[in-house]
């Protein structure tokens, strides 16, 4: 059991809506915010939704963690 992810259907969210999370991202590999990203999935791990992909300049993995501010 290494992986608990509850996958969720990011194509369920309204367009405006993926594009903000698609858009507005933040790099730890390029250090830089807003590059974007590709690739994207969304899960539940641990009763917290996290929002990744990989980043349009480096290919390296972006996390997003939702917050109630999300919603």
């Known amino acids: 059991m290494l992986d608990e992810r509850i996958m ?4 369920a969210r309204d367009e405006e809506e993926q594009q903000a ?7 730890d590999n390029c250090q830089q915010a807003n590059l974007g990203m590709h690739s994207v999935i969304e899960y539940e791990h ?3 939704l996290f929002i990744e992909g990989k980043c349009k300049r480096c290919d390296q993995p972006v996390l997003t963690e939702l917050t ?3 919603f």
Do not use: A
């Not at 999370?21 to 790099?27: G, I, L, S």
């Open 8 to 11: 969720r259907d990011f194509s």
């Open 21 to 27: 999370f698609v858009t507005q991202t933040w790099c």
């Open 46 to 48: 641990k009763g917290i």
């Open 68 to 70: 109630d501010d999300d």
